[in-house]
Antibody, heavy 120, light 108 residues
Framework: QVQLVQSGAEVKKPGASVKVSCKAS????????INWVRQATGQGLEWMGW????????GYAQKFQGRVTMTRNTSISTAYMELSSLRSEDTAVYYC?????????????WGQGTLVTVSS | EIVLTQSPGTLSLSPGERATLSCRAS???????LAWYQQKPGQAPRLLIY???SRATGIPDRFSGSGSGTDFTLTISKLEPEDFAVYYC?????????FGPGTKVDIK
């Protein structure tokens, strides 16, 4: 069965960077895009961007351009999301999510989420 | 950027009642690329509907989606206890693939 397992919670200081991993299993990693979505406590969902694990091509929301980098390691079926220049407003649960079908963009499988806390 | 507005913000209903949730887009959503997700506290979202009206695998048929252009609706025909949750719409026709702010369906 499809599983996305994310790395554990992180606490970072303002100005630092964080790198969250998302290990995929149960399917061919390179065949389905991975998206990243975040959710501040008590708030709604915010789409950050997507990555094609086969080509490495990415697309980021303008809000995060210049601060976010999505990469992958195909040998271990793992996607990564790195966010730099962290500020308190970046405190949130970060989710990776796989598209349901290849060539589509709706998110059929989700990781369990990774809490990133930015605090001095 | 397409802005999605969901209404109402909170819907207070009893089990067995019908729920009608609205999602309105600031501009037309191409090819009805509109999805609905359900999220319960402490859990990741779950895909319910894609393409505005297609149910994802395993989603009960009491959930239905409709609409096109800028106006979309999620209907839950008869609320079950497990349906009380927050529901989000998302458009994926134009990057960024924005979400609406959510509608909370709670028990009256």
């Amino acid at each position: 069965q499809v599983q996305l397992v994310q790395s554990g919670a992180e606490v970072k200081k303002p100005g630092a960077s964080v790198k969250v991993s998302c290990k995929a299993s149960g399917y061919t990693f390179t065949s389905y895009d991975i998206n990243w979505v975040r959710q501040a406590t008590g708030q709604g969902l915010e789409w950050m961007g997507w990555m094609n694990p086969n080509s490495g091509n990415t697309g980021y929301a303008q809000k995060f351009q210049g601060r976010v980098t999505m990469t992958r390691n195909t040998s271990i079926s793992t996607a990564y999301m790195e966010l730099s220049s962290l500020r308190s407003e970046d405190t949130a649960v970060y989710y990776c999510a796989r598209v349901l079908y290849s060539g589509t963009s709706y998110l059929g499988y989700w990781g369990q989420g990774t809490l990133v806390t930015v605090s001095s | 950027e397409i802005v999605l507005t969901q209404s109402p913000g909170t819907l207070s209903l009893s089990p067995g009642e019908r729920a009608t949730l609205s999602c309105r887009a600031s501009q037309s959503v191409s090819s009805s690329y509109l999805a609905w997700y359900q999220q319960k506290p402490g859990q990741a979202p779950r895909l319910l509907i894609y393409g505005a009206s297609s149910r994802a695998t395993g989603i009960p048929d009491r959930f239905s989606g409709s609409g096109s252009g800028t106006d979309f609706t999620l209907t839950i025909s008869k609320l079950e206890p497990e349906d009380f949750a927050v529901y989000y719409c998302q458009q994926y026709g134009s990057s960024p693939f924005t979400f609406g702010p959510g509608t909370k369906v709670d028990i009256k």
